[in-house]
């Protein structure tokens, strides 16, 4: 079993444990990971980047792990295998950005 599988597995018991499949439809766990993704970002409100990590990092974390609990129970709830989602998405993005265009270039690849 991946480390991955371990982990959902783990979020599973704790979410099953406390009866709450209930109200994890793809809907709700979307609402649910942009908000956690929110209260990681306003972190970094009216502060440096480094600033923010340096003040933040614990709460960093906290946050960062909320989103990806939301992550894997929506891909879970919607049956999307998250590690060839991520190969798949990969493989677009290099076909997006060729090395030779992209290489220490922040633009999007429709500017280019």
Do not use: C
């Not at 003040?55 to 590690?83: C, H, P, Q, R």
């Not at 493989?91 to 992209?102: G, R, V, W």
Request: proline content about 2%; overall charge negative; charged content about 30%.
């Amino acid at each position: 079993m991946s480390e991955l599988e371990q982990l959902r597995e783990k979020i599973l018991q704790f979410r099953d444990e406390r009866n709450w499949q209930q109200f994890h439809n793809p809907k709700d766990l979307a609402l649910s990971l942009s908000l956690e993704a929110s209260e990681l970002l306003e972190l970094f409100q009216w502060k440096s980047s480094e600033e923010a990590v340096e003040k933040n990092v614990d709460k960093m974390k906290d946050e960062l792990a909320d989103v990806l609990i939301y992550a894997i129970l929506f891909a879970n709830e919607t049956g999307i295998d998250i590690s060839s989602a991520i190969v798949d998405k990969i493989n677009k993005n290099n076909l997006k950005y060729p090395i030779e265009k992209s290489y220490s270039n922040k633009a999007k690849y429709t500017s280019f």
